[in-house]
């Protein structure tokens, strides 16, 4: 009985486990100082820890999205 008990705990445990996720996404809208938006802008993002820089650049409506970092 108390085998299977830790046995269920340990397939809840790793189930949970799985579902957590280290990456993430930085969305955004570039403007000027008057409050219009800015197509065509580049945007970068870098991790200092690890020197790893993204870059993409805004859409029509001014909008940017950096997905999947670390």
Known sequence: MRVRMVL???VLAVGALVAQTFRGTI???VT???GAV???AKVTVK???TGLE???ET???GS???PRLR
């Open 59 to 61: 859409s029509a409506d």
């Open 32 to 34: 000027d100082p008057s």
């Open 27 to 29: 969305l955004g809208t």
């Open 64 to 66: 940017y999205s950096i």
């Open 38 to 40: 800015v197509s065509g």
């Open 8 to 10: 269920a705990f340990v």
């Open 47 to 49: 991790n200092i820890a």
């Open 54 to 56: 993204r870059t993409t």
